[in-house]
């Protein structure tokens, strides 16, 4: 059984793109419930607001097949310690923020103890892996889903779930102030600016930082006076320079600590790989070019498990090629390079982009902090 003594809500945020959201609820639910205790597996963003992280985030962050092999034993030792840590002090409740892939294993044996589990992110069962469906249901009670096509679907398949809008809709401006902010990055506003974002994974930022320096050289000869700016991710700092040592990275290169946001609301185009930072971008307006790279044997496996011809978000809730999506061997520095030109050279592209993109942003603002934390609070009865 909880316990009763005080509420607690146990949370995994196993990416920097899950601290981010957890991050923007969380301050809603300790409003709500004043005293309440956070605790389990977060980034540096949930535990500047108190929450308790009992490992830090980046030792899930690991992405493709191969490389969770790599990490299997480290990883399943975490969920079996997280697991046996709540288990003697049950939570009322667990979200699983993301991260399905250790935080449904997870929910299956809490749910079978008797905790309340939730998933505030739904997989992507609409895009791959449908088979996922099943142990949805088996694990997790209920579904907090970011975007309005989903709950329909989990409701055909006997999942309970609930329409909460995507937090960052909210936080972004519909119309971003670009004049300020590149200002205070010492960009003039004639220059061009580019932003590179290689991911926040390290293996993601070793095989997609590379890539995009390739394809920043090229753009250099053709547009003498333009800049880049490459916000990294926490933690991440000396990987990065690591990187720019060893390949010829672009002249004009502005390292940022985090501010991705910063960095979106700025540019003129960005080069960003597939993922949360893809629908950033999109509610920025920022025009970008999506491109992913992971080793051949990963990409074999999730290849034939897509369900639909998009692997970017922006391009999946549209339902159509709104940009451009470089994947695999199609991932070449000179393609990149023509991609991104495109954009600074059509600029009638670029507002039919901005349109679809502010639709896209007014749908996907919600009162999100609201429905999450009245969601939460059904399976609080004993601290509602």
């Not at 300790?30 to 949930?46: C, E, R, T």
């Not at 290169?253 to 893809?278: C, N, P, R, W």
């Amino acid at each position: 059984m909880p316990n009763t003594l005080r509420p607690c809500i146990a949370m995994v945020a196993g990416e920097a793109s899950g601290d981010l959201l957890a991050s923007l609820v969380i301050p809603a639910l300790q409003s709500h419930w004043a005293d309440v205790a956070l605790l389990g597996i977060g980034g540096p963003k949930m535990k500047a607001l108190g929450f308790h992280a009992w490992w830090p985030q980046e030792k899930l962050a690991v992405r493709g097949y191969v490389e969770v092999l790599r990490h299997f034993r480290e990883i399943t030792g975490i969920r079996k310690s997280l697991l046996h840590r709540l288990l003697e002090n049950p939570p009322d409740v667990f979200v699983g923020v993301d991260a399905p892939d250790f935080n449904l294993d997870l929910a299956f044996a809490l749910k079978r103890r008797g905790i309340a589990t939730m998933q505030f992110v739904c997989p992507s069962v609409w895009a791959w892996r449908a088979e996922r469906l099943d142990k949805i249901r088996q694990s997790v009670d209920h579904v907090l889903c970011i975007f309005p096509f989903e709950p329909p679907l989990l409701h055909r398949h006997g999942i309970d779930a609930t329409y909460v809008g995507h937090p960052l809709a909210k936080t972004i401006p519909l119309s971003p102030d670009k004049a300020l902010v590149r200002e205070s990055l010492g960009v003039s506003p004639e220059q061009k600016l580019i932003a590179l974002l290689p991911g926040s994974r390290t293996s993601e930022i070793e095989h997609m930082t590379p890539l995009f320096f390739a394809a920043s050289k090229i753009l250099e000869k053709q547009y003498p006076d333009i800049r880049f700016v490459l916000p990294v991710a926490p933690g991440q700092m000396q990987l990065v320079q690591s990187l720019q040592s060893r390949f010829t990275s672009p002249e004009n290169l502005i390292l940022l600590e985090g501010q991705s946001h910063k960095a979106l609301a700025a540019a003129d185009a960005t080069m960003v790989a597939s993922g949360t930072a893809t629908l950033e971008a999109a509610l920025f307006k920022c025009p970008m070019v999506i491109a992913y790279h992971m080793p051949w044997l990963s990409w074999q496996i999730i290849r034939r498990k897509r369900l639909q011809p998009w692997v970017g978000l922006p391009n999946i809730l549209c339902q159509e090629f709104v940009v451009p999506e470089l994947l695999q061997e199609q991932a070449t520095p000179h393609a990149l390079a023509k991609a991104t030109s495109e954009w600074l050279e059509n600029l009638q592209l670029v507002e039919e982009m901005k349109t679809c993109f502010t639709d896209l942003h007014k749908q996907l603002m919600q009162d999100t902090s609201g429905l999450v934390t009245a969601a939460v609070g059904k399976f609080m009865p004993s601290h509602a």
